[in-house]
């Protein structure tokens, strides 16, 4: 995990980080690119690149897109990652990396917090679930195996039974493959601390119906999974000496049985199981 931007400049109403955090701040190509040297020196395989809003990198007129290209070119780094972005600043040039880079991963997380425009709007969200779905299909386009991952706010302020219909409508428009969801909590000093807050009762049925259909999403989602072939970096052992845990290219915690040690390689494996949480395979 390498930090490569802090702080954010999006203002949304429910969120600390920019009173916390300041502006947004990126750090040197030069300085991540060394880092990442001596991280990948010392065994790292994987890189997964962090900021409050990371797809917001900008250092002296260098871009994500261009921090990608130049840690793809880092001999033994298998693997790039990032997390978490803002829809509005998904530019052409990063989308374009997903369909350039062979190590940039095919999983984005990409919150959206609800799917209704008016709640967007009270949250200052600056965007419109039209621009969010049509950013997917970009994605898509140029790389259909994408998939996503996404944060929900249920219960925001002035949330009516509609809101929250449509926010069950893009969900299973959307199909996540994971999904992180909870009831709204004023945070002391933002705007949306001194609005009204609907009734707890209220939230906590919300987010029952929510977590429960992008739960039995995501568990389609791995079922389909089994008989299916994944390419698998393994990380450590389980407590089973003969067990090893790794993730897919979607970030999908995997487990196989094997003789030799596998930490730190890839293995093609094919998936004969799965439960809510993991998937179980044999290396091919």
């Known amino acids: 995990f390498l930090t490569i931007q802090e702080g954010c400049d999006k203002f949304c109403k429910f969120c600390v980080v920019p009173y916390t955090r300041g502006a947004e701040f990126s750090r040197s190509i030069?300085?991540?690119l060394n880092e990442c040297r001596e991280l990948v020196s010392n065994g790292s395989r994987e890189i997964s690149l962090l900021g409050q809003n990371v797809n917001a990198y900008n250092y002296e007129g260098k871009k994500l897109p261009d921090l990608v290209k130049a840690l793809s070119k880092i001999k033994n780094l298998s693997r790039i990652r990032y997390t978490t972005s803002h829809p509005v600043d998904f530019s052409n040039g990063l989308i374009k990396m997903h369909e350039d880079s062979e190590k940039l991963m095919?999983?984005?997380?990409?919150?959206?917090?609800?799917?209704?425009?008016?709640?967007?709007?009270?949250?200052?969200?600056?965007?419109?679930v039209?621009?969010?779905l049509d950013l997917i299909d970009r994605l898509k386009k140029i790389n259909p195996s994408i998939k996503f991952s996404s944060d929900f706010i249920i219960g925001y302020p002035g949330e009516t039974d509609n809101d929250f219909e449509e926010t069950l409508k893009l969900l299973k428009k959307?199909?996540?493959?994971?999904?992180?969801?909870?009831?709204y909590s004023p945070r002391p000093g933002t705007p949306a601390a001194?609005?009204?807050?609907?009734?707890?009762?209220?939230?906590?049925?919300?987010?029952?119906?929510?977590?429960?259909?992008?739960?039995?999403?995501?568990?389609?989602?791995?079922?389909?999974?089994?008989?299916?072939?994944?390419?698998v970096l393994f990380e450590n052992r389980?407590?089973?000496?003969?067990?090893?845990?790794?993730?897919d290219e979607f970030s999908n915690s995997?487990?196989?049985?094997?003789?030799?040690?596998?930490?730190?390689?890839?293995?093609?494996?094919?998936?004969?199981?799965?439960?809510?949480?993991?998937?179980?395979?044999?290396?091919?």
Request: hydrophobic share 35%.
């Open 30 to 32: 030069n300085e991540i």
């Open 106 to 128: 095919p999983l984005i997380h990409l919150p959206v917090q609800s799917g209704s425009n008016k709640i967007l709007n009270l949250m200052n969200r600056k965007h419109s």
């Open 130 to 132: 039209e621009d969010y």
């Open 174 to 183: 959307v199909n996540f493959i994971n999904t992180y969801s909870f009831i």
């Open 194 to 231: 001194k609005i009204k807050k609907i009734d707890m009762s209220i939230s906590k049925h919300r987010l029952e119906i929510f977590q429960k259909i992008a739960d039995g999403i995501k568990l389609k989602y791995r079922h389909n999974l089994i008989k299916q072939k994944s390419l």
């Open 238 to 247: 389980t407590n089973s000496k003969n067990e090893f845990f790794g993730r």
């Open 254 to 284: 995997v487990i196989v049985k094997s003789h030799e040690d596998i930490i730190g390689k890839i293995k093609e494996v094919t998936i004969t199981s799965v439960n809510r949480n993991t998937l179980f395979g044999e290396i091919n």
